[in-house]
Each structure stands twice: as structure tokens, then as C-alpha cells.
């Protein structure tokens, strides 16, 4: 009995010391886990690839995780990480209220998550959120596509995934702008889940039903860029403006050149960078965040694109 009872308590001394280093093995500060949506779309890309870098270079290894735009693959990489001991979550959900349970389920297992650039329904599952300001981002493109098309003509929007708030707070903010004007109607929405190659066949359809369209609104660049090839396709590159979101460097690119009107530059380097310094300052002691931290977004139009181009 002696003897197990000696046993016992070197057990609960080992535990604690076994999850330490079970959690920072493999480099001197522990692992970063990066969660992403998708890598389908270079944006995202960009926002994965950063985050890693910053975690390397602030002394963890880190990997990176590719969700697919799919809340179960997403399930499956946090059942992973949690099951692995990372020390930390950088996090870019697929969906606003599905990914809240993820996030819980990592804080329970004493992980923390810090998100980046899209947001979960909730103030506290999260240490904090990185977010850009998708709203207020729309009211200046929406001012400026009133000014472009004169406050008349049709158009049609583009949606990102339907679950994701930063579609809906880009749509709010476009239309609290333009809704204000009876000359402009839109005359069909549709959800293209921020990816090109569905954007394009939705556009096609689009075109389909409303050839005499004046314009388009994408949610992001990813289907700005999509919509674009359909209006290319179907010869109508004269009569439809496209405007995106995103400021990629396709879009760029394509604004310089003439083929897009417009886009919402997000700056998904410093949201990836912050949320890594942020996520170590969590690892060294520090509980003092806000829930939500929003970050400025600048409208980009063929006046100012020069600036961004490299």
C-alpha cells in the first residue's frame, strides 16, 4: 500500500513536467499551430505563410494547417493540435459561429487561439481577434462605385461564404452606401464562396439572365477576378466595372491595367505578424487583451494603385 501510495505522488510530480515538455519540444520556445481556410486563394496564402515566418522567427516551430473552406477538415486539424500539445493557435476560421466550438474545445485544453482576419461569434473563446475593418471598407468602395457609375445604372453582387461575418459586414457596408441612391439596382445576388472558379461560373449564369448589367461587386478580389473573366469571355469588358476586395497583387495588377475599377486594400502581413507577437506575449504571462482589435483598410482605385504596386 506504502509503496503505491509513493507511486501515486511521484505521478502527479511527473505530470505537470512531462506535459511541459511534451508541449515545448522540438524547439527552445514550443510549437505555433496556423490555421487557415484556404489555401486555394493566394491571399490566404500570404496570411499563413506570415504567420509561420513571425512564429519561427520569434523562436517556435510552426505549421501550418489547410482547412479547405471546410468546417470538418477544420474539426480534424484542432482534434489534431490538441491531441499534439501545441501552445498556441493562429487562427483563420471557416465559419463565424460553426468554428466557436473548435475554439473552445483548444481553450479547455489550456490552448490558446488568437484569429486572423475573419471573426467567431464570440467575445471570450478567443484571447482576441485581428480583424479588418470590412465595413467601413465598404462604405468607401460603395462611395466610389456611386461616383464611377454616375448613380445610375444595374448591377449585381457576388457573395463570399455565407457563414463568414466579414461577407456580410462588406455587403452592409456597400449597400448602406448605395442602397441610398434609386438610380442604381441590383438586380441579383449570389454566393460564390470566395473562390475565382466559382465566381466565374456564377457570373457566366448572371450574365445569362442580365446581359445588360452595368456592374459587379465581388466580396473579395479572388471573384472580382472570376467575375472578370466571364465579362471578358462574353465581350463585355466596356460595359461592366468590376470591384473587388483584398487589394491582392492580381488585383493590383489588374487595376493598374485597366481591367478592374476598384478594391479594399487588407494588410494580411501585419494581421499574421500581430497575431504571432501577440500569441508569445500570451506564452510569456501577459492575459491583459481586447476581444477585438479592428485594423484600417484602404480603398484603392487607378489614382492611388501606383502606391502598392512593387
Not at 46 to 51: C, F, I, T
Amino acid at each position: 500500500m506504502r509503496r503505491d501510495l509513493v507511486t501515486l505522488l511521484i505521478l502527479i510530480l511527473l505530470v505537470p513536467t512531462l506535459m511541459c515538455c511534451q508541449r515545448n519540444r522540438g524547439s527552445e520556445k514550443g510549437r505555433m499551430a496556423v490555421v487557415i481556410s484556404t489555401l486555394n486563394n493566394p491571399w490566404f496564402v500570404v496570411l499563413g505563410e506570415s504567420a509561420a515566418s513571425k512564429a519561427k522567427e520569434l523562436g517556435y516551430d510552426a505549421v501550418i494547417y489547410d482547412s479547405q473552406n471546410n468546417s470538418a477538415r477544420e474539426a480534424e486539424h484542432f482534434d489534431n493540435i490538441i491531441a499534439m500539445g501545441y501552445d498556441a493557435i493562429l487562427f483563420n476560421p471557416t465559419d463565424a459561429d460553426g468554428s466557436v466550438g473548435n475554439v473552445l474545445r483548444a481553450r479547455e485544453a489550456g490552448i490558446p487561439t488568437f484569429c486572423m482576419d475573419r471573426e467567431i461569434n464570440s467575445r471570450d473563446a478567443a484571447v482576441t481577434q485581428l480583424l479588418s475593418d470590412n465595413f467601413t471598407g465598404c462604405v468607401k468602395l460603395g462611395q466610389h462605385f456611386v461616383r464611377e457609375m454616375n448613380q445610375q445604372g444595374t448591377y449585381v453582387e457576388i457573395l463570399g461564404l455565407v457563414g463568414d461575418n466579414n461577407t456580410w459586414n462588406r455587403s452592409r457596408g456597400f449597400h448602406s452606401v448605395v442602397d441610398e441612391f434609386p438610380g442604381l439596382r441590383m438586380v441579383a445576388q449570389q454566393s460564390a464562396d470566395f473562390d475565382r472558379n466559382t465566381a466565374m461560373e456564377v457570373m457566366e449564369s448572371m450574365l445569362q439572365a442580365h446581359p445588360d448589367i452595368d456592374a459587379v461587386f465581388a466580396g473579395n478580389d479572388a471573384m472580382a477576378l472570376g467575375a472578370y473573366q466571364a465579362v471578358l469571355a462574353a465581350g463585355k469588358t466596356d460595359q461592366i466595372k468590376v470591384f473587388g476586395f483584398d487589394g491582392s497583387d492580381d488585383a493590383l495588377r489588374s487595376i493598374d491595367a485597366g481591367r478592374l475599377t476598384a478594391t479594399v486594400m487588407q494588410f494580411p502581413v501585419m494581421m499574421a505578424e500581430m497575431s504571432a507577437v501577440l500569441a508569445d506575449e500570451y506564452l510569456d504571462g501577459k492575459r491583459d487583451f481586447d476581444s477585438r482589435t479592428p485594423v484600417e483598410v484602404i480603398l484603392v482605385t487607378r489614382d492611388n494603385v501606383s502606391e502598392f504596386l512593387d
